[in-house]
């Protein structure tokens, strides 16, 4: 349906701004849930290993490939639904499918049966992002978008370090298969509380934007994307961080229980408070950051996230070179901060970048990017690579795959970012260039 601006405008005024800051912070809470029951597993993995006697290649695949290989491809025609309908709706649906499976995981009686409710999970997952980005894009203007995106991004640090607080906790003192169900179970009842308290927001409604109605097609919109080149360089830059991020959170627990023997309740007390604490503060600074830096020219806020970058390569050598648990884990802290400043600009522009009845499946596009090669290639990578240097390293082989991991890829994705500064003022003044 055609509207006219002024139209815009008033169905803009009929959301408060308190109903705005309660979609948000209640998204912010199913994003949590959605990493919670996405990153509970790793630090899982060590138990799963022994009653399952299964290698870290199998691992690796369990923690990112048989997740990420529905989630990405599934989120994109789940997008086209979201751009053509009730975008709260299909999320409270999605929150409910990838709950379930969540508790269906901790009924597994093999790892066939764990790999397949894990292929559950990232179906579900698929139906949250796309959609709450193009939500948060309509609650907030440009001016205020990575901000409001770094607050969402807030779900992953909150999700990451109650899924290491709780999972490990119940893990060493009551068993794995009860933390899944422990985390699974509400995810249930939150899905109930989207479905009837949050107001879907008018499509355009804070940029005064006209929503001419068109529903454009998949192919269409990466067609549009592919011709700018900033996306395409905030995609693989992101693609690459992700590879990393993923790689570490995946296996970093691996690694310091069997270079320095820590429990897993200990490593789930430190390290979900450093993900938490010191990734919920890349994330939402990062945002805040690009928007006060953005405010003079879009380009500063990417060379402010490019150096970010450098700065957590070269701190991250310190973490896998250090001689006890306890010093890996207080170098950890800074990189906890800087690897995360990328993701909320990424979204923000990403959904600037694109007319309105594009954007979820833009989110979904750059979302597919990001996981197909960061969450299915580098928890499958760094797991090979430790099978590939147990021969030499032994225990200590999970500590060099890591560490060889990030030797590369740091400077590389910190690259992708100063380019995609130098495209993105010419991109975003070509916004409406279908």
């Given at each position: 349906?055609?509207i006219?601006?002024?139209?815009?405008v008033?169905?803009?005024?009929?959301?408060?701004k308190?109903?705005?800051?309660?979609?948000?912070?209640l998204?912010?809470?199913?994003?949590?849930f959605?990493f919670?029951?996405?990153?509970?597993?790793?630090?899982l993995?060590?138990?799963?290993?022994?009653?399952?006697?299964v290698?870290d290649?199998?691992?690796?695949?369990?923690?990112?490939?048989?997740?990420?290989?529905?989630y990405?491809?599934?989120?994109?025609?789940?997008?086209?639904?979201?751009?053509?309908?009730?975008?709260?709706?299909?999320?409270?649906?999605?929150l409910?499918v990838w709950?379930?499976?969540?508790?269906?995981?901790?009924l597994?009686?093999?790892?066939?049966?764990?790999?397949?409710a894990?292929?559950?999970?990232?179906?579900?997952?698929?139906?949250?992002s796309?959609?709450?980005?193009s939500m948060?894009?309509?609650?907030?203007p440009?001016?205020?978008?990575?901000?409001?995106?770094?607050i969402?991004?807030?779900?992953?640090s909150?999700g990451?370090?109650i899924?290491?607080?709780?999972?490990?906790?119940?893990?060493q003192?009551?068993?794995w298969?009860?933390?899944f169900?422990?985390?699974?179970?509400?995810?249930?009842v939150?899905?109930?509380?989207?479905?009837?308290?949050?107001?879907e927001?008018?499509?355009?409604a804070?940029?005064?934007?006209?929503?001419?109605?068109?529903?454009p097609g998949?192919?269409?919109?990466a067609?549009?994307?592919?011709?700018?080149?900033?996306?395409?360089h905030?995609?693989?830059g992101?693609a690459l961080?992700?590879?990393?991020?993923y790689?570490?959170?995946?296996f970093?627990?691996?690694?310091?229980?069997?270079?320095f023997?820590?429990?897993?309740?200990?490593?789930?007390?430190?390290l979900?408070?450093?993900?938490?604490?010191?990734?919920?503060?890349?994330?939402?600074?990062?945002?805040?950051v690009?928007?006060?830096?953005?405010?003079?020219s879009?380009?500063?806020?990417?060379?402010?996230?490019a150096?970010?970058?450098l700065?957590a390569?070269?701190?991250n050598?310190p973490?896998?070179?250090a001689?006890?648990?306890y010093?890996?884990?207080?170098?950890?802290?800074?990189?906890?901060?800087?690897?995360?400043?990328y993701?909320?600009?990424?979204?923000?522009?990403?959904?600037?970048?694109?007319?309105?009845r594009?954007?979820a499946v833009?989110s979904?596009l750059?979302l597919?990017?990001?996981n197909?090669?960061?969450?299915g290639?580098?928890?499958l990578l760094?797991?090979?690579?430790?099978?590939?240097?147990?021969?030499?390293?032994?225990n200590?082989?999970?500590?060099?795959?890591?560490?060889i991991?990030?030797?590369?890829?740091?400077?590389?994705?910190?690259?992708?970012?100063f380019?995609?500064?130098?495209h993105?003022?010419?991109d975003?003044?070509?916004?409406?260039e279908?």
């Amino acid at each position: 349906m055609v509207i006219s601006a002024a139209d815009a405008v008033n169905r803009s005024q009929t959301i408060s701004k308190g109903a705005r800051r309660y979609a948000l912070g209640l998204l912010v809470v199913v994003y949590t849930f959605n990493f919670i029951d996405r990153q509970i597993l790793a630090i899982l993995l060590p138990a799963i290993k022994i009653e399952f006697a299964v290698d870290d290649r199998v691992l690796g695949f369990l923690a990112g490939s048989a997740f990420a290989l529905f989630y990405a491809t599934l989120g994109i025609p789940i997008a086209l639904i979201a751009d053509r309908s009730n975008r709260r709706n299909l999320i409270a649906l999605a929150l409910a499918v990838w709950s379930g499976m969540t508790a269906l995981s901790g009924l597994a009686a093999n790892i066939v049966h764990l790999v397949l409710a894990r292929i559950g999970v990232g179906i579900g997952e698929a139906g949250c992002s796309p959609p709450a980005h193009s939500m948060i894009a309509d609650y907030y203007p440009p001016e205020r978008r990575s901000t409001a995106m770094g607050i969402y991004t807030l779900g992953i640090s909150s999700g990451i370090m109650i899924a290491y607080l709780a999972g490990g906790w119940v893990a060493q003192n009551i068993g794995w298969r009860e933390a899944f169900l422990i985390v699974g179970i509400p995810g249930l009842v939150l899905a109930l509380l989207v479905r009837f308290t949050m107001i879907e927001p008018q499509r355009g409604a804070s940029e005064n934007r006209v929503d001419t109605g068109d529903r454009p097609g998949i192919l269409k919109v990466a067609r549009f994307l592919a011709r700018r080149k900033s996306f395409l360089h905030m995609a693989f830059g992101a693609a690459l961080a992700s590879f990393l991020g993923y790689a570490i959170i995946s296996f970093y627990p691996s690694f310091l229980v069997r270079s320095f023997s820590m429990s897993l309740s200990t490593i789930g007390t430190y390290l979900g408070l450093i993900l938490g604490i010191a990734g919920g503060l890349g994330f939402a600074g990062g945002g805040y950051v690009a928007d006060k830096v953005g405010r003079r020219s879009t380009r500063y806020s990417f060379r402010v996230i490019a150096a970010a970058l450098l700065l957590a390569w070269i701190l991250n050598f310190p973490v896998f070179f250090a001689s006890s648990g306890y010093l890996s884990l207080s170098f950890f802290i800074i990189p906890a901060i800087f690897s995360n400043v990328y993701l909320a600009t990424t979204f923000a522009q990403t959904q600037s970048l694109v007319p309105l009845r594009m954007r979820a499946v833009a989110s979904a596009l750059i979302l597919f990017i990001i996981n197909i090669i960061g969450l299915g290639f580098g928890p499958l990578l760094a797991g090979a690579l430790s099978d590939y240097l147990a021969a030499g390293y032994g225990n200590e082989s999970m500590r060099y795959s890591l560490l060889i991991i990030g030797a590369v890829i740091g400077p590389w994705t910190a690259f992708h970012y100063f380019m995609a500064g130098k495209h993105i003022e010419h991109d975003l003044a070509r916004v409406d260039e279908i």
